[in-house]
């Protein structure tokens, strides 16, 4: 065998060994996550009065060394979550806690919400699955009559954990699905409720900032703004009519 025979041969069999190491790479699974939930998604059937669903996961240190939770992140802005200070160790075999919060005031449906958990050695995440249930009709036909009553009443008693409490610390499209969607975007819309996907005249900012503000007398759209009795501050004002102006159509449809 000559020299360059020689010298394929080498490459071919460098080539061959390569090859079989990727390919026993490709098959080795990868290690298991040296934490263990109970379990990774939970489903939760809440009464409509509730308001906020609540979940428990429940973690275990399968590993023979400590492991660290560096942050838990929520999927949006209506879920929240409750456990030890960031960074939260567990020791080996150590069990914890990690309570999840969803919000669903103003939604009807399923709906589900994530929690991301990031360690050393990967992210987990924990799924958290809602049925929303609708609003009872006479519950929503009460309201309607208060509403026509006096427009502000919606933000008042029992009306308000819909229409005023989901407003908290929320701004921009997380706050239009708070406190508009239960209307505008609801399954089973009043007739008397406008469709905010068709424009009847020129809507720049103004004319979107009057109406979150001011509402308009002879209908059941509120005022939302602090001064004429609603939730929503002057920030949370323009960051409503900002998403607002640049989603929903500005004049109306030409023939």
């Known amino acids: 065998m000559n020299f360059i025979q020689t010298a394929w041969r080498a490459i071919w069999l460098a080539a061959v060994c390569v090859a079989a190491g990727c390919a026993r790479q490709a098959v080795e699974p990868a290690p298991a996550h040296p934490l263990v939930w109970d379990a990774m998604k939970k489903s939760a059937s809440p009464k409509f009065e ?20 560096w942050q838990i992140r929520a999927s949006c802005g209506c879920t929240t979550w409750e456990a030890p200070r960031m960074p939260w160790t567990l020791a080996p075999g150590e069990k914890g806690t990690v309570k999840g919060i969803v919000d669903f005031r103003g939604k009807e449906g399923e709906i589900a919400k994530d929690l991301l958990i990031s360690t050393v050695e990967g992210y987990q995440t924990l ?16 309201n309607q009559v208060l509403a026509a ?14 229409h005023a409490v989901p407003a908290e610390s929320r701004f921009g499209p997380d706050l239009f699905e708070a406190v508009c969607g239960v209307c505008h975007q609801a399954k089973h819309q009043a007739s008397m409720v406008p469709d905010l996907n068709v424009a009847k005249e020129q809507r720049d900012a103004a004319w979107w900032t009057r109406w979150v503000e001011e509402g308009r007398e002879g209908t059941l759209m509120p005022g939302f703004a602090k001064k004429r009795g609603g939730p929503l501050d002057d920030s949370q004002v323009e960051s409503l009519v900002e998403y607002l102006v640049a989603t929903f159509p500005k004049e109306p449809k030409k023939n």
């Open 50 to 69: 509730d308001g906020m669903a609540r979940f428990e996961f429940h973690v275990t240190n399968t590993s023979k060394y400590p492991v660290k939770i």
């Open 149 to 162: 009553a006096n427009r502000q009443a919606v933000f008042q008693g029992e009306c308000a954990v819909c």
């Open 127 to 142: 799924m958290m699955v809602i049925q929303v249930p609708l609003m009872d009709p006479a519950m929503r036909a009460q």
